[in-house]
């Protein structure tokens, strides 16, 4: 089980091993689907910045490293921060393949590396258990419109279900934060992560 032992970060350093704080990774199943054979080295060598900014998490498009938001890390749902996790290590090996991250000569939902990285993230939820609902909460975003999830969940052959009433109380509660339709912490899925107090 991988631990995220927010009380190890340091003020005044801007990157850390990954390893150092998201343990156990390198055992993932998901995360070998990723990486393959270079499962251990990929993760040995990836940095993570944690930042005050209240966002989720992104690949920096300059070196390749993990942005995670510190907020989001330590109040968001253990669910989300977990396959967002999954997610972005797809966009850290598309970027030590070469691929242009953001590329916007496509729309969000149908940029090849977006749609590829939230392949993966469908297989995990599907893994866990998740419902088709659960997905599409997850999917959304509050840079996504209805219309552009429906296109997502389409192509990633999820049944698409409103999620307006979840998002409004996500938007009043801040980022994809446990809320009050949700079990707290992903506890009724068995996750290969957890919080460290």
């Given at each position: 089980m991988?631990?995220?032992?927010?009380?190890?970060?340091?003020?005044?350093?801007s990157?850390?091993?990954?390893?150092?704080?998201f343990?156990?990774?390198?055992?993932?199943?998901?995360v070998?689907?990723?990486f393959g054979?270079?499962?251990?080295?990929?993760?040995?060598?990836?940095k993570?910045e944690?930042?005050?900014?209240?966002?989720?998490?992104?690949?920096?498009?300059?070196?390749?490293?993990?942005i995670?938001?510190?907020?989001?890390l330590?109040n968001?749902?253990l669910?989300?921060i977990?396959?967002?996790?999954?997610?972005?290590?797809?966009?850290?090996?598309?970027?030590?393949e070469?691929?242009?991250l953001?590329d916007n000569?496509?729309?969000?939902?149908?940029?090849p590396?977006?749609?590829?990285a939230?392949?993966?993230?469908?297989?995990?939820?599907?893994?866990?258990g998740?419902?088709d609902?659960?997905?599409?909460?997850?999917?959304?975003?509050?840079?996504?419109?209805?219309?552009?999830l429906?296109?997502?969940?389409?192509?990633?052959?999820?049944?698409?279900?409103?999620t307006k009433?979840?998002?409004?109380?996500?938007?009043?509660?801040?980022?994809?934060e446990t809320?009050?339709?949700?079990v707290?912490g992903g506890?009724?899925?068995k996750?290969?992560?957890?919080r460290c107090?």
């Amino acid at each position: 089980m991988s631990m995220l032992p927010l009380d190890k970060i340091r003020r005044g350093e801007s990157t850390y091993p990954f390893t150092d704080y998201f343990k156990g990774f390198e055992k993932i199943q998901a995360v070998r689907r990723i990486f393959g054979e270079e499962t251990e080295d990929a993760l040995r060598n990836l940095k993570v910045e944690f930042t005050w900014i209240r966002s989720y998490m992104w690949v920096s498009d300059a070196d390749g490293h993990l942005i995670v938001g510190s907020h989001y890390l330590k109040n968001g749902d253990l669910v989300d921060i977990y396959l967002d996790i999954i997610h972005e290590l797809v966009h850290v090996r598309q970027f030590l393949e070469g691929k242009k991250l953001f590329d916007n000569s496509h729309s969000y939902v149908d940029r090849p590396t977006e749609v590829e990285a939230y392949h993966h993230v469908v297989q995990e939820a599907r893994n866990l258990g998740l419902s088709d609902e659960r997905i599409c909460e997850h999917l959304k975003t509050e840079w996504m419109s209805d219309e552009d999830l429906k296109q997502l969940a389409n192509t990633l052959n999820v049944k698409y279900t409103s999620t307006k009433n979840h998002w409004t109380d996500q938007q009043n509660n801040g980022l994809r934060e446990t809320s009050a339709n949700r079990v707290q912490g992903g506890s009724r899925y068995k996750l290969p992560i957890r919080r460290c107090s």
